[in-house]
Each structure stands twice: as structure tokens, then as C-alpha cells.
């Protein structure tokens, strides 16, 4: 999982150009959904965050659906004296 540091303010200065230009010129101003260019920005890097997070939660539950479903066979009995044995062995 990913975290996310709020705080700082960062100035971004991108130059869109073209058909990305043209794109964000129908998205902003009395045709387009946002009020400007910022607020757009910021949303889409809201939705980028939110995709990351989706992206980050799906693999975690996918690791814990797999070690769900393993059977218990599989595993090995152990005590906090083994795995102190065991890292004291490893180093």
C-alpha cells in the first residue's frame, strides 16, 4: 500500500498543446465540467491516486485470497523459540 504525503504546495508548469490541448479546452471554462485548468489537474490526479490505491487493495486481497486457500497442510507449526532459532541461524 501506498501513502500518500500531504502538505508541501508544488507549481506545476505544463505546456498541453494540440489535440491534448484542445481536450482540456472542452473540459474547462462555461463548455467544460471544471472552472479552470487547476481544478482539473487536481482532479485528475485525484482519480490517478484513487486508481492506485484500487490497483494496490486489489493485489493485497488477491495475496490474502491465495494464502486463504491454501490448505492447512501446507503450513508448519512453529513457536516464537523456532523462529528465533531460525533468524539467529540466518544471520
Known amino acids: ?35 479552470n485548468v487547476s481544478e482539473y489537474v487536481r482532479d485528475l490526479i485525484r482519480r490517478d491516486m484513487e486508481r492506485v ?8 486481497k488477491a495475496e490474502l485470497q491465495r494464502a486463504f486457500a491454501t490448505p492447512d497442510s501446507e503450513f508448519l507449526s512453529l513457536t516464537a523459540d523456532d523462529i528465533i532459532q531460525r533468524n539467529r541461524r540466518a544471520r
Open 1 to 35: 500500500m501506498r501513502f500518500w504525503k500531504m502538505g508541501k504546495s508544488l507549481n506545476l508548469n505544463v505546456r498541453v498543446s494540440g489535440v491534448l490541448g484542445e481536450f482540456v479546452s472542452g473540459n474547462v471554462g462555461e463548455d467544460g465540467s471544471y472552472e
Open 53 to 60: 490505491e484500487q490497483e494496490d487493495f486489489a493485489r493485497l
